[in-house]
């Protein structure tokens, strides 16, 4: 979601006259944009604003975004005053009023800029510049001559940040966010704090998006959200309301449109809808990432996941008796407070009974102002860090036996670049799963051609083909 808010903001400034450059040193204006949802996220996000300290007498303006942004607000002043912007990403809609105030206030201080300002972009941050606005979306203070504006107070805004000037980076695979923020309030997890409250676009503007893209020549489309399958149409007309199953019909129907995901769905709101959806339109990807976070009842409780086991395995029923094989994947959580060894064994034999086709796993983090920060986090780092690495070594035998399985057949792979290296093609098939592939000289295809692909080899996490010519 970071890397599409990233092209949102990039695409919005573009438009209001910025120009992306490549470096630090290039810009006039460096957004840093951040994510906190793990980790001691804060404390590397400090680090690099200290990197860029020295860059200030230059004239260069620093803005921080996103959920760091949100989280420290103006503690960030605080510890690197040359910082001039903190905004969550709720705020992002109001970015150009905001841009504009910092401007004006340069103008005010005359601080020499250039007329075409360069924007710069770091790591998994964005752009910046231009209008301006009050509380509610940015306030601007002038104290000892340094201008701070800050957009930090929109979380209960029912409004998204839709921007018709995304800078997509890739011509072929785009995303379309549906739903922003989330109401579940998970006990370890900080996006309802960062990200505010859920809020929908409308089905009618995210199909006008998708239609777009196609006549664009985009011909792969990922939904997003926190969790897109919360999705609640807004639309004024009750008629016209679409369940989320139905938008994502809707959007593998617009013609050109080939391969549709979603990303990311919740347990809770996972309706058998979706798979019949799948099995009707043979444009949505056999793919579902359905985040878990423990087998055992007892833990998904201390989480306040609002699921039990049983109810999560139901769901994945629904998906196994679909028409096409859908490859299913997961998010674990090892060392969640309290969680025991007995617990541990049930996510273990989660793996095994499901057959996921990738496990992103992590070790709980304790995060600010979250419920389970006053659990005792009693599982030293060591013992999460065993569990971890149990848990990806049976994980990695159950990817080895499911990836053999494609050894022989066919797939369609829409092609993502050239190895050179290796002389190799990589492709991405349906189940998102990556398919590297050689073919003769001949052939040369084409980033974002759909290619069929003979599986001749399996690694744990990629497969091996020849193209079919
Ligand atoms: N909305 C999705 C859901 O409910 O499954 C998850 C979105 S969250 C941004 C991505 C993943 O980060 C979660 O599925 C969880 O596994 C992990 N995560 C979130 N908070 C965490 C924490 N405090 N410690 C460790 N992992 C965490
Ligand atoms: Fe975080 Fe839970 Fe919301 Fe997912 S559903 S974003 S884990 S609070």
Redesign the pocket.
């Known amino acids: 979601m970071n890397v599409h808010d990233s092209e949102k903001v990039i695409g919005t400034l573009v438009q209001e006259g910025y120009r992306q450059v490549e470096s630090v040193e290039q810009a006039d204006l460096v957004l840093y944009n951040t994510c906190s949802?793990?980790d001691k996220a804060e404390q590397k996000v400090f680090n690099r604003l200290s990197d860029y300290k020295k860059y200030k007498k230059q004239g260069k303006t620093f803005g921080v975004l996103g959920c760091v942004a949100q989280q420290e607000g103006e503690k960030i002043f605080e510890r690197a005053p040359y910082v001039s912007l903190v905004a969550g990403s709720a705020s992002y809609r109001n970015l150009p009023q905001m841009l504009r105030q910092l401007e004006e206030a340069a103008v005010a201080r005359e601080i020499p800029r250039p007329a075409d300002e360069d924007a710069g972009l770091r790591d998994d941050a964005s752009v910046g510049m231009s209008p301006g606005n009050t509380r509610g979306s940015g306030l601007a203070t002038r104290d000892s001559g340094l201008v701070r504006i800050t957009g930090l107070d929109d979380r209960e805004t029912d409004k998204c940040f839709e921007t018709e000037f995304t800078a997509r980076s890739n011509p072929h695979r785009g995303y379309i966010t549906i739903i922003e923020g989330?109401d579940?309030f998970?006990a370890?997890?900080?996006?309802p704090y960062t990200r505010g409250k859920e809020r929908s676009r409308t089905s009618e503007s995210v199909l006008a998006e998708a239609r777009q893209m196609a006549d664009l020549g985009y011909t792969e489309i990922q939904l997003l959200g926190?969790?897109v399958n919360s999705y609640k149409d807004p639309a004024g007309n009750s008629s016209a309301r679409k369940t989320f199953a139905e938008l994502l019909a809707a959007v593998g129907e617009v013609p050109g449109i080939r391969r549709v995901r979603f990303t990311?769905s919740?347990p809770r709101d996972f309706g058998r809808d979706i798979v019949d959806a799948i099995d009707a339109v043979p444009a949505l990807c056999d793919h579902v990432h359905l985040?878990v976070?423990s087998g055992s009842t007892r833990v998904l409780d201390a989480m306040q996941r609002l699921y039990t086991r049983e109810q999560y395995l139901e769901r994945i029923a629904w998906m196994k008796a679909a028409k096409r094989e859908i490859s299913i994947t997961t998010?674990?959580?090892v060392g969640f407070p309290g969680e025991t060894e007995s617990d541990f064994a049930q996510t273990l034999d989660l793996l095994d009974e499901v057959g996921y086709d990738a496990v992103?796993a992590?070790?709980?983090?304790?995060?600010p102002n979250?419920p389970s920060l006053k659990l005792d986090d009693a599982i030293p780092d060591t013992e999460k860090a065993r569990r971890l690495e149990v848990l990806m070594a049976r994980q990695r035998e159950i990817q080895i036996e499911r990836y053999k399985k494609y050894v022989g057949t066919q797939c369609e792979v829409m092609v993502e670049g050239r190895n050179e290296a290796r002389s190799q093609w990589i492709g991405r098939t349906t189940h998102n799963k990556t398919l590297n592939f050689t073919a003769p000289q001949t052939a040369n295809p084409k980033p974002g051609a759909y290619v069929r692909v003979t599986v001749t080899n399996s690694f744990p996490n990629s497969l091996l083909g020849e193209l079919v010519v």
Not at 362 to 367: H, L
């Open positions: 949802i793990r989330c579940k998970c370890y997890c900080v996006v926190q969790n990311t919740h985040p976070q998010d674990v959580i992103f992590f070790k709980y983090s304790p995060r979250t």
